[in-house]
């Protein structure tokens, strides 16, 4: 069966560093619908932040711009988080995905933002133009509910992961993030 889309968030905002935290939260408050376990919407808002801060420190530095992150929960329980900018671009996509590649000059960044996106999404797509912008598309795909592999396994005994609202982050996330 094919799956549908059941809704989608617009979201446009300043290339700030401020926001970081405002667009993570925000992604995550969505996403809450589908009622995610909490180790997955950890997941989502880390990657979120990393696309985020990407936007702020890179595609556009101190001239600064608008970044365009779309969310569209799916009914199979996937989530695809777009990130764009139409800042500098990058020009080898596959060398900037390597883990601990970084064209960063300052010693602040590690060079882990797209390894922690591609870990935490179960797809990763990167596009970019030079001079142009850059799209992120990330998918994840979310566990059933409890009540649904209750069905499926046998098993209605396990309904303690259910995520709450707040605005945790993994620890592997090392930017700060003011929270
Ligand atoms: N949105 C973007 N616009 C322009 N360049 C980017 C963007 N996102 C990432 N890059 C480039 O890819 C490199 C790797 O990114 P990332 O893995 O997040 O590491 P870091 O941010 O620590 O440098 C960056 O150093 C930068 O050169
Ligand atoms: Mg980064």
Redesign the pocket.
Known sequence: MRRKTINIMRLELEAKSVNESFSRQTVSAFTAQLSPALDELADIRCAVS??V???V????GSSGGTIYITVKLFSDRSVRVT?K?K????ED?E?????L????KTG??????????DSFCDSLR?T?KPGR??D?IMNKKLRPLPSERAVSDGDADNDTDAAPEDDSCRKTNTRSTGD
Do not use: K, Q
Not at 57 to 60: Q, T
């Open positions: 990393e696309a801060t990407n936007c420190v890179h595609a556009y990130v900018d800042g500098c671009g990058i996509v060398l900037a995905r390597r883990p590649y970084t064209t960063d602040e960044r590690g060079g882990m933002g797209f390894a922690i996106m990167v970019s912008g850059t992120i």
